[in-house]
Nanobody
Framework: VQLQASGGGLVQAGGSLRLSCAASEFISNYHIGWFRQAPGKEREFVATVSRSSATYYADSVKGRFTISRHNTKNTVYLQMSSLKPEDTAFYYC??????????????????WGPGTQVTVSS
């Protein structure tokens, strides 16, 4: 499966953005996760949604971000609200068929898209 993330941009602190992850085939076959990487930092888990729409979040975004899937559109969304400067990063979506997808470890995600930049100004 090929993935393409979009929707990134520049936003002020406290603002909102919605990222989209479009898949080249049936996204319903995969658990889909969002990860991010800031300059000089390791890639970190943000959120994931299972094939059955169960959701898991990193503590740092819980209550501010919402992940959802629209299988008929082969798309997963990440709605980001109350954005903070520390949310600034390159955001990637990834697909997994592993039972360990909810661990948040990126090694369990086999397919990755090229990512989209999110910049939050203070």
């Amino acid at each position: 499966v090929q993935l393409q993330a979009s929707g990134g941009g520049l936003v002020q602190a406290g603002g909102s953005l919605r990222l989209s992850c479009a898949a080249s085939e049936f996204i319903s076959n995969y658990h889909i996760g969002w990860f991010r990487q800031a300059p000089g930092k390791e890639r970190e888990f943000v959120a994931t949604v299972s094939r059955s729409s169960a959701t898991y979040y990193a503590d740092s975004v819980k209550g501010r971000f919402t992940i959802s899937r629209h299988n008929t559109k082969n798309t997963v969304y990440l709605q980001m609200s109350s954005l903070k400067p520390e949310d600034t990063a390159f955001y990637y979506c990834a697909a997994s068929t592993s039972v360990a997808y909810s661990s948040g470890r990126d090694s369990f995600y086999k397919y990755w898209g090229p990512g989209t930049q999110v910049t939050v100004s203070s």
